[in-house]
């Protein structure tokens, strides 16, 4: 008989959340205009605490954390900031709301990250950022593009939106970049239902993003610079203090699982699991493999297969996003690494609420999947 279906991810939220959420409505205080009320204040020191950072701001989502912190390094219009194509959209979305225009980098078919060697050649003198992203809760790799972007001039927003827990050569991400951003939807490795973060070690970049979050504000009514409501609410802050606190052991499950998993499947014949480059600590947020030599059609009816089966695999990104209809525009190089991944992924579930038996259910599911397509 089919199980019901394994999500590919869910958020596991439990009575601490729900009594710290009881707390902030018999408070009474639920958001604020100005200075950031007791939860989010707590929120984003514990978070700060945790990656190492000096900074971090929280804001209402992982894209409003992107936009506050390119406009914190000073990006706007006629600058270009240089991203990979092979993510979701909000990277992008984020520079063009910045008024800059996104330039695409190609990725590493290993890992799925920009690929540092091809950064140099893509940056122009109208160059102002770079945004490498943490793909499936993989640090990228960091110290060349930190090379490259400072030799140039450019400041280094770290999307890690899909990283919380992530190190690099044994610091947290959210520790390492010029700034760094979090996004806390519901499927990630911790969420707040909706938000975000953004981390720096740079007390200019923190003040602007205090500024930028709650409508450029200094003290009631004061505007001093262009803004937003980017404020994170008390009631998602209080979920993300729990969450926070449970994230070691979300985090250790989610290997657990993924290291299982490899196991059960590496010896699969076309079939490239997951790994960690050296010095890189994957969050497992999203366990990821590939069909070698496939096409998107073989790839698809494999994922068909698995969903008939009761295992939610999602492919992610079946569209990269300079060849989205609203991005076209702003490609001008191939990227034939990004386009040829786009048809070759698949995503399978490890989160926590995942249990042994399902893992090996999903192995199995997998294999049979494969067979049916014609693998």
């Known amino acids: 008989m089919k199980p019901d279906m394994i999500p ?34 707590k929120f984003e020191e514990e978070f700060a605490r945790y990656v190492g950072a000096r900074h971090a701001v929280a804001a209402n989502s992982g894209t409003a954390a992107l936009h506050m912190a390119l406009l914190a390094a000073g990006v706007g219009p006629g600058d270009e900031v240089l991203i990979p194509s092979f993510t979701f959209v909000a990277t992008a979305e984020a520079v063009v709301l910045s008024g800059a225009k996104p330039v695409f980098v190609d990725i590493e078919p290993e890992t799925y990250c920009m690929d540092p060697q091809l950064l140099e050649k893509m940056i122009t003198d109208r160059a102002k950022a770079v945004i490498p992203v943490d793909l499936y809760g993989l640090p990228a790799d960091l110290k060349p593009i930190f090379e490259v972007a400072h030799e140039h001039g450019l400041v280094v927003v770290e999307d890690a939106a899909q990283a919380h827990g992530a190190e690099y050569f044994g610091r947290r991400i959210g520790s390492v970049s010029d700034l760094t951003c979090f996004s806390f939807y519901a499927s990630k490795n911790m969420t ?8 720096t070690d740079v007390d200019e970049y923190a003040e602007k993003l205090r500024l930028i979050r709650s409508h450029g504000e200094r003290g ?12 994170m609410t008390e009631i998602s802050a209080a979920i993300g203090i729990a969450q926070l606190r449970k994230l ?55 994922v068909a297969g698995l969903r008939r089966r009761g295992v939610g695999a999602t492919v992610y990104y079946p569209t990269p996003i300079h060849l989205m209809p609203y991005y076209r525009r702003f490609a001008t190089s191939k990227l034939p690494e990004t386009e040829k ?6 995503s399978l579930p490890v989160h926590p609420g995942v249990g042994a038996e399902q893992v090996r259910y999903i192995a199995e599911a997998f294999t049979q999947a494969l067979e049916d397509a014609g693998f």
Do not use: C
């Open 8 to 41: 590919i991810n869910k958020p596991l939220i439990g009575e601490e959340e729900i009594q710290l959420v009881v707390d902030v409505l018999k408070s009474g205080f639920l958001t604020s205009r100005g200075p950031s009320g007791s939860m989010v204040s």
């Open 248 to 302: 070691p052991k979300f985090l250790e499950v989610r290997r657990g699982n993924a290291e299982s998993l490899t196991a059960m499947i590496r010896d699969l014949n076309g079939v490239k699991v997951p790994f960690e480059p050296g010095g890189r600590r994957h969050s497992w947020y999203l366990y990821t493999v590939r069909l070698l030599n496939a096409d998107s059609k073989v790839r698809d009816a494999v």
């Open 341 to 346: 991944a786009s048809e070759q992924v698949l």
């Open 220 to 231: 009631d009514y004061n505007s001093v610079m262009l803004g937003h409501n980017y404020r």
């Open 192 to 199: 707040t239902g909706e938000g975000g973060m953004v981390t």
